[in-house]
């Protein structure tokens, strides 16, 4: 059975930083793209970030580029994302998603972790 | 404002057809295949549809999917009460790098 759980989330102040992780399990880690996607409170899914197989291609949302980093561990089956200078619209869940053929099908989910920045 | 349009709402009785569009441009829908997942608030988005048409396993065939130039369409027939939830169309984007969803529709069963 695949395992997607997200850790890490919690309260932030402005501009701080945080690391999520997601550990995977029940299928072959090493074999799919990896991705981050969160969801505002009341408000849609918004697409974060992709990382491929061996970690040699990244891709990210334009709000995200140059203050998160994701990247991944297949030895440890893990992927993570690291987040800095964290601004009050980055409060959301954050999910782990993965499985598809193609980056934007996200067969299977994580229960996602909740970020919250405010002072 | 997303890249991907779709109807803010829908809604229909139980038993019937609704269908839920999702309008995207020639670096999206136009050249890339479209998912579609179902969001139940509280809890993590399910994919309905892949590539454009196509149902994972345990997907009731009530569900389809099509595509026609850079719009795509979610279908579901035989509505039943556990459908009211939050529906988005995704793909990838060419223009932008990154995959794109649509801003989601609100289906309430009537």
């Known amino acids: 059975e695949v395992q997607l759980v997200e850790s890490g989330g919690g309260l932030v102040q402005p501009g701080g930083s945080l690391r999520l992780s997601c550990a995977a399990s029940?299928?072959?880690?090493?074999?799919?793209?990896m991705s981050w996607v969160r969801q505002a409170p009341g408000k849609g899914l918004e697409w974060v970030a992709s990382i491929n197989q061996d970690g040699s291609e990244k891709y990210y949302v334009d709000s995200v580029k140059g203050r998160f980093t994701i990247s991944r561990d297949n030895a440890k089956n893990s992927l993570y994302l690291q987040m800095n200078s964290l601004r009050a619209e980055d409060t959301a869940v954050y999910y782990c998603?993965?499985?598809?053929?193609?980056?934007?099908?996200?067969?299977?989910w994580g229960q996602g972790t909740l970020v919250t920045v405010s002072s | 404002q997303s890249v991907l349009t779709q109807p803010p709402s829908a809604s229909g009785t139980p038993g019937q057809r609704v269908t839920i569009s999702c309008s995207g441009s020639s670096s999206n829908i136009g050249s890339k295949t479209v998912n579609w997942y179902q969001n139940i608030p509280g809890t993590a988005p399910k994919l309905l549809i892949y590539s454009n048409n196509q149902r994972p396993s345990g997907v009731p065939d009530r569900f389809s999917g099509s595509k026609s130039g850079t719009s795509a369409s979610l279908a579901i027939s035989g509505l039943q009460s556990e459908d009211e939830a939050d529906y988005y169309c995704a793909a990838w984007d060419d223009s932008l790098n990154g995959v794109v969803f649509g801003g989601g529709t609100k289906l309430t069963v009537l």
């Open positions: 029940g299928f072959t880690f090493s074999s799919y793209w």
């Open positions: 998603a993965t499985g598809g053929a193609t980056v934007a099908q996200f067969d299977y």
